[in-house]
Structure formats: structure tokens, C-alpha cells
Antibody
């Protein structure tokens, strides 16, 4: 059974760095074809893809946010970590991690999401 | 980046209706198009992948079609549990991109 769970601070101040952790089970990120993405959703708005890390440590980022994002994995702990620097109130959103199916390429499994509010 | 545009942004429909949502890509994405359903406070749920394949466990009243730049999600015989927001997403290239969503509301 595949599960993912996001964790991190609920509140960050402007200019601070956000660190989110996705802890997953039911698969290994060392298995060929596996990858995990981060996706966010501001309140009442659409989904926005942020970043992805693959089993071979390949990394991909949103064009508009790539200078602020870093994604990494700790394979032994079944974790994927996302850091976002210089947080701003417009970054207030629910942040999801999701696993892409290696064949269908759809986001088949999602975490429940974690709401991050950026406010002083 | 590939831009995804959905229409309409919202619609009102009744139980039993047939509903169609369209998604257009800014360039050809072959059949690399997925559809998701999202209910308030919940994570999105994958409904359709590669344009027309039904995800396991998803009712057959959901169907998808299209290729290239134009795609359609159809819900036949709309049920009360189908009132939600629907998103398309391209998996042709990275960065992945989503449409802006279509909210299906009760008439």
C-alpha cells in the first residue's frame, strides 16, 4: 500500500526558508522509474507543480520558481525534502507531495497536504 | 512551458446530466493528458490518464478523449458525488502543468 505524508511548519515568516518533508511507504525511490513531485495549491486557486526528483537523482523544477527551490531525497529514510527560500505571503498554500506512476505518468498517489501560511 | 487552458471555469448541472469539460494545450502533447477530481479539503484524485484510460476504481461514467492539443472529459449521468473541481494536467514534458480547473456545481 502506497502512502505519502507531508510534514513541516504551518507558519513561516516572510523571507524565511521553508523546509517540507515527504515521508512515503509502499515503494522505494531507488526503484527504476519511480519519482516524487511537489505540488501546491493556494487557497481557492489551481494546482501548481513545483519540483520532481527521480530514482536516479535527476531533478526538475518549476520555471518560475527554480531559483528558490531545492529538492532532495533520503532514500534510506523514504523521504523527499523540498526547500523554498525567501518565502512571501503569496506562497501561502497547501503543499502536496505525489508519486507519478512510471507508466501512466499520472499522479496516482498523493499525500493529504500540509497548509503553509506565510505571515509576519 | 506548456500552458493548459480549461473551459468552462465553472458550470451548473443537475443529477443525471451529461457534462463535458475541455482542455487545450498550447502545443501538441500527443496523448499525455491526465484528469483529476478534487473535492474541498482533499487531495486530487486521478481519474483518467493518457487522455482516455480510466484509472482503476473510477466509475465508467467518466471518460476522456482527444489528442494533440484538444481534450475532453465527459461525465455521463452525473451523480451527487461528482460535484467537485476537475483539473487537466499534461505529462508530455517537464515542467508539468495543470489547467486552472473547472468547478462543477449543483443546479
Amino acid at each position: 500500500q502506497v502512502t505519502l505524508r507531508e510534514s513541516g511548519p504551518a507558519l513561516v515568516k516572510p523571507t524565511q526558508t521553508l523546509t517540507l518533508t515527504c515521508t512515503f511507504s509502499g515503494f522505494s525511490l531507488s526503484t527504476s522509474g519511480m519519482c516524487v513531485s511537489w505540488i501546491r495549491q493556494p487557497p481557492g486557486k489551481a494546482l501548481e507543480w513545483l519540483a520532481r526528483i527521480d530514482w536516479d537523482d535527476a531533478k526538475y523544477y518549476s520555471t518560475s520558481l527554480q531559483t528558490r527551490l531545492t529538492i532532495s531525497k533520503v532514500t534510506s529514510k523514504n523521504q523527499v525534502v523540498l526547500t523554498m527560500t525567501n518565502m512571501d505571503p503569496v506562497d501561502t498554500a497547501t503543499y502536496y507531495c505525489a508519486r507519478m506512476h512510471p507508466s501512466s505518468l499520472g499522479f496516482e498517489y498523493w499525500g493529504q497536504g500540509t497548509l503553509v501560511t506565510v505571515s509576519s | 512551458d506548456i500552458q493548459m487552458t480549461q473551459s468552462p471555469s465553472s458550470l451548473s448541472a443537475s443529477v443525471g446530466d451529461r457534462v463535458t469539460i475541455t482542455c487545450r494545450a498550447s502545443q501538441s502533447i500527443s496523448s499525455y493528458l491526465n484528469w483529476y477530481q478534487q473535492k474541498p479539503g482533499k487531495a486530487p484524485k486521478l481519474l483518467i490518464y493518457v487522455a482516455s484510460s480510466l484509472q482503476s476504481g473510477v466509475p465508467s461514467r467518466f471518460s476522456g478523449s482527444g489528442s494533440g492539443t484538444d481534450f475532453t472529459l465527459t461525465i455521463s449521468n452525473l451523480q451527487p458525488e461528482d460535484f467537485a473541481t476537475y483539473y487537466c494536467q499534461q505529462s508530455y514534458s517537464t515542467p508539468r502543468t495543470f489547467g486552472q480547473g473547472t468547478k462543477v456545481e449543483i443546479k
